[in-house]
Structure formats: C-alpha cells, structure tokens
T-cell receptor
Framework: KNQVEQSPQSLIILEGKNCTLQ??????????LRWYKQDTGRGPVSLTI?????NTKSNGRYTATLDADTKQSSLHITASQLSDSASYIC???????????FGKGNQVVVIP | IAGITQAPTSQILAAGRRMTLRCTQDMRHNAMYWYRQDLGLGLRLIHY???????GKGEVPDGYSVSRANTDDFPLTLASAVPSQTSVYFCATRAKGLAGGPSNEQFFGPGTRLTVL
C-alpha cells in the first residue's frame, strides 16, 4: 500500500476559481512534507515544505496546510491561473531516511 | 548555472539494445537519484548514490545499473532494454544534510523520455 495517497486524482477548474488538493500519509516517523509542482514535460519543482511544528505555509497563491495528528495535508490554490495547470505531487520524508515517499499526484487542468 | 542536465531528451530504442541515460549536475550535491515516472504509478526510485563511489538499489532496480565515479555524473544503463522500460526517467540530486531533515529537498532534472519497441 502506498504510504502517500492523494485525492482527487484529477480535476478541471475554471480560471479564477479556487481548488484544494488532499494528501494523506502513513510515513513514520514524520520529518517533513513537500508539495511539488510538475509542469507537463518538466521535472518536479518544490513549492512548499512543512515540518512537524508547522500547520500553514504560503507561497504566493499556493497555501499548504498540515495536520500531523491526522497525517493529512492540503494544498489550496487561490484564484487559479492557466499556468497552474500541472501535476501536484505530495512527498513525505521520514527521519533517518533519505528516501522519499511520493504520492501519485493530483492532475489539475485550468480552463479559461 | 545549468543545475541538472539529462541526455538524451528523448529516445526510441529497439528491444534488446543497450542504452545509457546521462545525468550531470553542477551543484556539487552529494546524493543523486534515478526515478522512473509512469502514468498512474507516480515516481519510483530505481537506484541512488549517497556520495561518489557508492550506489544503492531503490524500489525498482531490476534491469538497470548505475555508477558514480565522481560527484557530478550519475549514468543509468539499461543493459538489454525491454518494452516495460518505456517511461520517463528523472535524475535528481540532494545536498548533504541531516537524513530526512528539511534540507533533504531533491532537485529534479528535465527528464528523458524513453520508448522501447
């Protein structure tokens, strides 16, 4: 069973609207959680990182939340733009382990 | 500063042929990784190297080999390609830091799209 589950698998939203992506994980002991953005034909790029003590972090129109008790994270996109069309990958790291646990990604398509 | 370069950008290969995917970084990062990304499966680790001279197996190592002769280069070799190795391959690097700590951000290259017929 994958240690990181993301939902929804894909979604289509109108330009200017908001959306929220979900990530549930079972990785333990938890160290940090990153959201990566992957544009079509490109490699993933880190958007945010959250450690155990953080519950909200923003990067422009992207806001990530973390609930370490329920092992859930969300990525909220505000006032979506066409350039937000991408796959968003939740990546979780455990202490003492340099390997990462990857979610399968949320595919977001923003339409005009 | 180029960061991470991968070559070739894409390749069509006949089954049974040998192929080496190249990855070069100029960030002097200690750790390097090879992933494959397939639709519906996400990124899966093939091999990794924590430092020059050492390598390790990831989640899906069969059919692949790597070497790490120096800090900058981490080639991935398919000794005898099979159609199931059709995928997009990403090389990644990580700067040295506390294992699993916040400094463990991995930086990804642009990828190589490989098709094995």
């Amino acid at each position: 069973k994958n240690q990181v589950e993301q939902s929804p698998q894909s979604l289509i939203i109108l330009e200017g609207k908001n959306c929220t992506l979900q990530c549930n994980y079972t990785v333990s002991p938890f160290s940090n959680l990153r959201w990566y953005k992957q544009d079509t034909g490109r490699g993933p790029v880190s958007l945010t990182i959250m450690t155990f003590s953080e519950n909200t972090k923003s990067n422009g129109r992207y806001t990530a939340t973390l609930d370490a008790d329920t092992k859930q994270s969300s990525l909220h996109i505000t006032a979506s733009q066409l350039s937000d069309s991408a796959s968003y990958i939740c990546v979780v790291s455990a202490y003492g382990n340099n390997r990462l646990a990857f979610g399968k990604g949320n595919q977001v398509v923003v339409i005009p | 500063i180029a960061g991470i370069t991968q070559a070739p950008t894409s390749q069509i290969l006949a089954a049974g042929r040998r192929m080496t995917l190249r990855c070069t970084q100029d960030m002097r990062h200690n750790a390097m990784y090879w992933y494959r990304q397939d639709l519906g499966l996400g990124l899966r680790l093939i091999h990794y190297s924590n430092t020059a001279g050492t390598t390790g197996k990831g989640e899906v190592p069969d059919g692949y080999s790597v070497s790490r002769a120096n800090t900058d280069d981490f080639p991935l070799t398919l000794a005898s390609a099979v159609p199931s190795q059709t995928s997009v391959y990403f090389c990644a690097t990580r700067a040295k830091g506390l294992a699993g700590g916040p400094s463990n951000e991995q930086f990804f290259g642009p990828g190589t799209r490989l098709t094995v017929l």
